[in-house]
């Protein structure tokens, strides 16, 4: 004899509910190894301020001993600079590391990995074994960036776990329109019948072929649950379901039946949508006058709060690599958030991202993890372990990671000039004006958005504009619209960054000897060389700036080193160029690489002044701390 349909409920409902359960607790054992570092109940004004005027008591300041020079053998030029910056930095001679490189720009990834990488690494065996080298520089003659890696073994058994998943949880899905079609099938909806379960062996085969046809798609339009329309009309499926099953109960007269049905239907819609399907239908009953509205008003708050438990959770799995393990456990919160369908959507997005093959890189941020063992994931980025956040965790001390910064440019002269300038401006101090390019996307004063959206890195360069304002003698000038600044409106230039001109570099800087600027957008370091390119790097050196940051593919924005960060710890002076981006950027493996001397340090005079030692003739003094400001109560493409 068939199951009844209650008894098919209750096996569909206990399957998703022991799932979610052994995900839960698999999720509880695993979260507390995460690591991230935020600023919880700080507002970004206030730690901007904490950043830039307090020096840190154990100052690690990089020295030139910690300091080696990768540079392309055979290549004259490449060994000339790099002995060049050995001498006139004070390095030891034998810190040079001599590769055969390719010529060109790119970097094929067989050649990174077969010739490139275990040739740096048996150098640094040889020349390091104590591991007191904290800083590699790449230097003119070394590929700029390194192009994606052809499918292996890993990332194509990566593929077929998350075509699996997604799969697993559409017919789950389909499971759950079936079962809301077994409580209310189509054209019965408003009807009042004596029971839920149809009364014959023949009344029930006929319901079964017709919620079958239901979830599955009739002769006349058969659509491939699979694919983007597949799910989209699923989805519409399961919407009438819905509706149907909810008139229903809605026809039913108040009793243990009703009740019955509205709990079934409530279980379904949850496993479909999570506590966003609870939320709303819970605060319509609050606003009705319902009779139970403390209770309700307490089960609210409750589910209210697991679902900002859950966002946060997902936000910080979210930043570390892509796995196998790691998508399981941010699959279990979405379940509890938003169901199969948010899951299932979720799925569609992580397909999407690897097939697009994400896996090319910098040299220099592939680079930094040079020490790793050789099978960490490719697609997409790892995690900056040198981050502050990384600081109490032992994970830095097992998964080593240098820092690295390139001095090259367009033109030989101009990459042999951000030595010599960088030297020069250090040893009276960089002066000059700030220019904040924003878009009018925020106000410093409002509730943050959402970490990595556009609307926070304009909130951000607010808060750097503000931040320098408060607590130097800077004269900083902002642009808060779409407008970006424009030819002979920034005289005297010594901080810059914006956005956004995608690769169309705007000449509307006098740059300063000493510059530090880098501009939120795509690809603006995906060349040095091209002499058509107007990517805002290349025409950026080659216009004056001494240091820069860019990402060499699309890095989506969360991959930038946040203007408030990263500016914060230069300006405090008692960190080098390549200690302060480290401290700042989120990724390695990835797309963004820094130009510029790595030990050059353009606000030291200001770290003299905090520590209380008498500062150079020339160098600014500094405004006394301002009171704080009031409190201030997913990736985004770059190229918007």
């Known amino acids: 004899m068939p199951p009844s349909t209650e008894t098919k409920h209750n096996e569909l409902v206990e399957r998703v509910r022991s799932r979610g359960d052994f995900l839960d607790s698999w999720f509880l054992s695993k979260a507390t190894e995460v690591i991230v570092d935020r600023f919880a109940p700080l507002t970004r004004l206030v730690v901007f301020i904490l950043q830039l005027t307090i020096v840190a008591p154990c100052c690690a300041d990089l020295t030139p001993q910690e300091v080696a020079v990768v540079a392309a053998s055979g290549n004259r030029e490449s060994e000339g600079l790099a002995k060049y910056y050995l001498r006139m930095r004070g390095i030891p001679a034998e810190h040079l590391c001599m590769v055969v490189m390719p010529q060109e720009e790119v970097c094929p990834r067989p050649v ?29 003659g070394v590929p700029l960036k390194i192009s994606p890696a052809a499918p292996t073994a890993s990332s194509i058994r990566y593929v077929n776990f998350l075509a699996a998943e997604r799969d697993h949880r559409q017919q789950l899905l389909a499971e759950v329109v079936t079962a809301f079609d077994r409580l209310a099938p189509s054209g019965d909806a408003g009807k009042t019948p004596a029971t839920t379960a149809p009364t014959s062996n023949s009344d029930q085969r006929a319901a079964d072929e017709r919620t079958k046809n239901s979830a599955t798609g009739d002769a006349a339009a058969p659509t491939d649950p699979k694919t983007e329309s597949g799910f989209a009309e699923l989805q519409k499926r399961l919407e009438a379901a819905l509706q149907r099953a909810q008139q229903r109960v809605a026809a039913l007269p108040e009793g243990d039946e009703r009740l019955r049905l509205q709990t079934q239907v409530q279980q379904l819609a949850t496993a479909a949508g999570g506590i966003n399907v609870l939320l709303p239908a819970l605060n319509q009953r609050l606003t009705t006058g319902d009779a139970n509205k403390e209770q309700i008003k307490s089960e609210f708050d409750v589910l209210r709060g697991r679902l900002m438990a859950q966002l946060d959770d997902r936000a910080v799995l979210e930043q570390m690599p892509l796995s196998m393990e790691r998508d399981a456990l941010i699959l279990a919160i979405i379940e509890r958030a938003q169901g199969l369908l948010g899951s299932v959507q979720w799925l569609d997005q992580e397909l999407q991202t690897a097939k697009r093959n994400e896996t ?46 390139r001095i090259d440019a367009p033109t030989l002269r101009l990459a042999k000039g951000l030595i010599d300038t960088a030297i020069e401006v250090e040893q009276k101090g960089l002066r000059g004006n700030v220019y904040i390019d924003a878009r009018g996307l925020a106000k410093v004063e409002q509730a943050p958005p959402a970490v990595g959206s556009y609307e926070d890195y304009d909130h951000s360069l607010l808060v750097t504009a503000r931040g320098i304002e408060s607590q130097t003698d800077l004269k900083v000038v902002l642009e808060n619209t779409p407008k970006l600044f424009q030819a002979g409106e920034c005289p005297h230039a010594a901080l810059y960054c914006g956005w956004y001109s995608l690769a169309k570099y705007v000449d509307a800087f006098d740059w300063v000897p000493g510059a530090v600027a880098y501009h939120l957008a795509s690809a603006e370091a995906a060349t040095l060389r091209d002499p058509k390119s107007e990517v805002w790097c290349k025409k950026m050196l080659e216009d004056g700036v001494c240091a820069t940051i860019g990402p060499v593919y699309e890095p989506y924005l969360a991959a930038f080193p946040r203007p408030d960060e990263f500016f914060a710890v230069l300006l405090r002076g008692d960190r080098t160029l390549v200690e302060c981006y480290y401290l700042t950027q989120p990724f390695n493996s990835w797309m963004m690489t820094l130009i510029g001397d790595p030990l050059y340090r353009p606000f030291k005079y200001r770290a003299a002044v905090a520590s209380g030692a008498s500062s150079p003739p020339s160098a600014a003094p500094t405004k006394p701390a301002a009171p704080p400001a009031p409190a201030v109560t997913n990736p985004q493409p770059a190229s918007k």
Not at 362 to 370: A, I, K, M, N
Not at 392 to 402: D, I
Request: hydrophobic letters at 45%; a positive charge; proline letters at 8%.
């Open 112 to 140: 990174w990995e077969a010739k490139i990488r275990p040739a740096i690494r048996q150098w640094l065996a040889e020349h390091d074994p104590q591991r007191k080298l904290k800083c590699l520089v790449t230097v003119w």
């Open 360 to 405: 090319g890189a910098s040299f220099d941020s592939e680079l930094s993890l040079v020490l790793w063992q050789d099978d960490y994931q490719l697609l997409r980025w790892q995690p900056n372990y040198l981050r502050p956040g990384y600081a109490n965790s032992q994970l830095p001390v097992f998964f080593p990671t240098l820092m690295v910064a």
